[in-house]
């Protein structure tokens, strides 16, 4: 398989996660996951990939499907399609799986996966986790991950339309 195909093979449906989540379980993996639009990626979201990697063996991405985020996000967006960005993910060494996901939040996608461990970044609070409650329940944990300061995908929006405004 050459590497555009391993990359590829990492973006699985809900139902092909299934039997790979499975696998890493009778392994003893610690299954971290997150998810999130990762619509244009930078150096934040890197250090917050990292940081939730190094929480466990296997860590699972999330990825809303172009739908969800122009539904949470605006008109506007996504900039990149939904296979783009999975693609994107997944090309990261540390990323083991990258599922996608069509609601608004990802908590029928959390409530399948069961993660040992459940992460978001810093602008939310054990109270605002989609799926905390869940987790929790069944003896898992949730941790929050500050945010590396100066980055955000808003912020490079901004900046690339004030270039177009001038």
């Known amino acids: 398989m050459d590497t555009f195909q391993q990359i590829a093979s990492k973006i ?13 379980r009778k392994e003893k993996e610690t299954i971290v996951f997150t998810n999130g639009c990762f619509d244009l990626l930078h150096l934040g979201h890197i250090d917050y990939l990292t940081k939730a990697k190094d929480l466990g ?36 060494k540390f990323v083991d799986l990258v599922v996608i996901f069509e609601d608004d939040t990802p908590i029928d996608l959390i409530s399948n996966i069961k993660p040992n461990i459940l992460v978001k970044g810093g602008d939310y609070t054990l109270e605002t986790v989609v799926g905390a409650k869940e987790v929790m329940k069944y003896g898992g944990d949730v941790k929050i991950i500050p ?9 490079i929006v901004t900046k690339i339309q004030s270039f177009s405004r001038s």
Not at 147 to 155: A, D, M, N, Q, V
């Open 57 to 92: 063996s296997k860590l699972i991405i999330g990825v809303n499907s172009s739908q969800s985020v122009t539904r949470l996000k605006g008109p506007t967006r996504p900039i990149n399609s939904t296979e783009t960005r999975a693609f994107m993910l997944a090309a990261f």
């Open 12 to 24: 699985q449906s809900i139902e092909q996660s299934n039997k790979t989540i499975e696998n890493w």
């Open 147 to 155: 945010f590396l300061e100066g980055f955000s995908t808003t912020s």
